[in-house]
């Protein structure tokens, strides 16, 4: 069965040029785009993504993070769409979790700073879609 999740090539992502490779890798995998927007993350927009986080010590940092630049936000869909782009970006410490191989172990060196999000359950994916593309 087809699903769909949410996927943010962060700031950090844009600023260094990764978007096409971070597109790329997801169409590798056979998944498919079905959104796609160069955007701007507003302060209640990023509030609402990462709700689940509020009162966390790096809760005001990731806010000022994601708001800090251009994003691409993307739906893509397929076959377990979410567990296979958790698997493309790896483990959420570039250092620590995610592996060679993966998006955050190949490029990433900081938490912080890890390139890309990724909807982390059916739940998630279908309240992240609806913030992102409310049109969808
Ligand atoms: P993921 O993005 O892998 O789903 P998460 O939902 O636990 O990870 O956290 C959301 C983001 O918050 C994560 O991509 C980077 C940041 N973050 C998480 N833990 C952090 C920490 N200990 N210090 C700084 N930033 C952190
Ligand atoms: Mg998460």
Redesign the pocket.
Known sequence: MSERTLVLVKPDGVERGLVGEVISRIERKGLKLAALELRSADRATAEQH?A??EG???YE??LDFITGGPLVALVIEGPRAIAAF?QL?G???PVEKATPGTIRGDFGLE??F?LV??S?SVESAEREIKIWFPTL
Do not use: C, I, P, S
């Open positions: 990462y689940e986080h966390k010590g790096f940092g990731l958790r970006a483990g959420t410490d938490v912080q890890n999000h990724g982390d």
